[in-house]
T-cell receptor, first 114, second 116 residues
Framework: DAKTTQPNSMESNEEEPVHLPCNHSTISGTDYIHWYRQLPSQGPEYVIH???SNVNNRMASLAIAEDRKSSTLILHRATLRDAAVYYCILRDVASGAGSYQLTFGKGTKLSVIP | GAGVSQSPRYKVAKRGQDVALRCDPI?????LFWYQQALGQGPEFLTY????????KSGLPSDRFFAERPEGSVSTLKIQRTQQEDSAVYLCASSPRTGRYSYGYTFGSGTRLTVV
């Protein structure tokens, strides 16, 4: 299975943009890039996903490198409520188990400074 | 309800006791998943249901773990003869479908199991 690499932790000042990186150098053509986040004492929450093109939704933006070997989750204006662990996950829709299993790593713990 | 509901929120069990954890998925969601999250780690897959059929139970750590979803809605994760290593947060997630057209899964807040 293709793996992802994320920094263990990052800090951001409140109301500033945050760029959370993810490396996935062994990504396959059928791997979708998914991001989830987990607030303290909560279950993971879906944030965004993409395949090749950059994606935007009300929560965040996802920038995908042209070679797809890395991606960046962008929070445009960090708030205290964005303090969470952010997980970058690859889902291979062509693989039986990979099409439905989420393989979480340790993620990036984002701290937001008031 | 609007989200995935799990009960109880917290459970303390004596070693050797049997426990049952309940998950109420979002109404109409076909797919249901159970995950286990140890302290400081990311969630790990346990099992997957499509309606009432358990299609994948490869992540269940031992035969003491058993999951069911008899009517394709509510699911129960049962752990027999609990051990200290079973202490973790157990998360349930549901989705309208799986595969290419499945986007985000909705997770519940989990049940924190502590075995003493």
């Amino acid at each position: 299975d293709a793996k992802t690499t994320q920094p263990n932790s990052m800090e951001s000042n409140e109301e500033e943009p945050v760029h959370l990186p993810c490396n996935h150098s062994t990504i396959s053509g059928t791997d979708y890039i998914h991001w989830y986040r987990q607030l303290p004492s909560q279950g993971p929450e879906y944030v965004i996903h993409g395949l090749t093109s950059n994606v935007n939704n009300r929560m965040a933006s996802l920038a995908i490198a042209e070679d797809r070997k890395s991606s960046t989750l962008i929070l445009h204006r960090a708030t205290l409520r964005d303090a969470a662990v952010y997980y970058c996950i690859l889902r291979d829709v062509a693989s039986g188990a990979g099409s439905y299993q989420l393989t979480f790593g340790k993620g990036t713990k984002l701290s937001v400074i008031p | 309800g609007a989200g995935v509901s799990q009960s109880p929120r917290y459970k303390v069990a004596k070693r050797g006791q049997d426990v049952a954890l309940r998950c109420d998925p979002i109404s109409g969601h076909v797919s249901l998943f159970w995950y286990q999250q140890a302290l400081g780690q990311g969630p790990e897959f346990l099992t997957y249901f499509q309606n009432e059929a358990q299609l994948d139970k490869s992540g269940l750590p031992s035969d003491r773990f058993f999951a069911e979803r008899p009517e394709g809605s509510v699911s129960t994760l049962k752990i027999q003869r609990t051990q200290q290593e079973d202490s973790a947060v157990y998360l349930c997630a549901s989705s309208p479908r799986t595969g290419r057209y499945s986007y985000g899964y909705t997770f519940g807040s989990g049940t924190r199991l502590t075995v003493v």
